[in-house]
């Protein structure tokens, strides 16, 4: 008998990265590490796949200055960069203690990191959000009254930033720690249940599988569905979906820089390849790799 096993850790990332963030060749990626199990774990991953999918890999944590340990924390990541061979910094910043704590250090983490991204000339960070993650974020959304656009959270892709574990589950985080022997740190304040997505996290998502055991993939794929990327419209009105856009990414990242999408029209729709955003580059014929729509039926006078 054939004996089914699901895709591992590596293989959800790397089909991630091919499939949907389209991360060009040669292109360099500043993956965000703090010592946690989910960084650690997308550390380990992008260093094993970035020869295969030819892109270079730079490692960068944050200290927030909140918690002692958090320099040890970092300690653990920059141990594991140099035994994968990958440049490792780290920024302090500070955060006062206060309301809103997590939002604000969230804002110095992201700061800090693009400009570590500048500072090296990458093309994006990579955090390690999960699906686990994803599920989390709606239901706060959901809880704080957010409409359709406010639940198409952490997606693989949004501008610069990279979710390569996003389409993963927490517990293949976990096995992929304990079959590559990862070492990680923990994070109390990822259990101090003063901070509603910690409640979230053990209280209300694991009543939730209760009645619906699938319910972190059908709140992942309500992100989805709601996502403005899966739909982008140019200027001047022709829509670019979502196969079409990872198409047309595909063709950039090959240096086919001239590739472009025939729509109804005769509008001819490409993606600029600075910013990567839909634009219709012409109308009626034009040079370059074209996919034409399939011709409509001829019907007679």
């Given amino acids: 008998m054939?004996?089914?096993?699901?895709?591992?850790?590596?293989?959800?990332?790397?089909?991630?990265?091919?499939?949907?963030?389209?991360?060009?060749?040669g292109a360099r990626v500043l993956v965000a590490v703090s010592g946690g199990p989910d960084s650690m774990a997308l550390l380990d991953v992008l260093a094993r796949l970035a020869p295969k999918l030819h892109f270079e890999l730079a490692a960068h944590g944050v200290d927030h200055g909140l918690r002692a340990e958090a320099s040890a924390e970092l300690d653990v990541a920059e141990r594991h960069c140099r035994a994968l061979g990958v440049a490792f910094a780290r920024t302090s910043v500070a955060v006062a203690p206060g309301g809103n704590l997590q939002a604000r250090a969230r804002a110095a983490r992201y700061a800090a990191l693009e400009a570590a991204l500048e500072r090296i000339g990458a093309a994006f960070i990579a955090t390690a959000h999960h699906a686990d993650d994803r599920a989390e974020t709606v239901l706060l959304r959901l809880l704080r009254g957010a409409g359709p656009r406010g639940l198409a959270v952490l997606p693989p892709r949004a501008g610069r930033r990279l979710r390569p574990l996003v389409r993963a589950r927490k517990s293949d985080v976990r096995l992929h720690l304990a079959r590559h022997g990862v070492a990680s740190a923990e994070d109390p304040s990822n259990r101090d249940r003063r901070h509603l997505r910690v409640r979230v996290r053990e209280e209300l998502l694991p009543l939730l599988?209760?009645?619906?055991?699938?319910?972190?993939?059908?709140?992942?794929?309500?992100?989805?569905?709601?996502?403005?990327?899966?739909?982008?419209?140019?200027?001047?009105?022709?829509?670019?979906?979502?196969?079409?856009?990872?198409?047309?990414?595909?063709?950039?990242?090959?240096?086919?820089?001239?590739?472009?999408?025939?729509?109804?029209?005769?509008?001819?729709?490409?993606?600029?390849?600075?910013?990567?955003?839909?634009?219709?580059?012409?109308?009626?014929?034009?040079?370059?790799?074209?996919?034409?729509?399939?011709?409509?039926?001829?019907t007679a006078p």
């Fill in 2 to 25: 054939t004996r089914s096993h699901p895709p591992t850790l590596l293989t959800l990332a790397s089909r991630t990265l091919r499939e949907e963030c389209a991360v060009p060749a």
């Fill in 209 to 298: 599988a209760e009645l619906s055991p699938g319910i972190v993939e059908h709140l992942n794929a309500l992100a989805d569905a709601l996502d403005p990327e899966r739909r982008e419209t140019s200027p001047d009105g022709p829509s670019l979906g979502r196969a079409q856009r990872r198409e047309l990414e595909r063709a950039l990242a090959l240096g086919r820089a001239g590739a472009q999408i025939w729509l109804p029209g005769g509008a001819v729709l490409g993606l600029d390849p600075t910013t990567l955003e839909p634009r219709v580059t012409a109308h009626g014929s034009a040079p370059g790799v074209n996919k034409r729509p399939r011709s409509p039926r001829k």
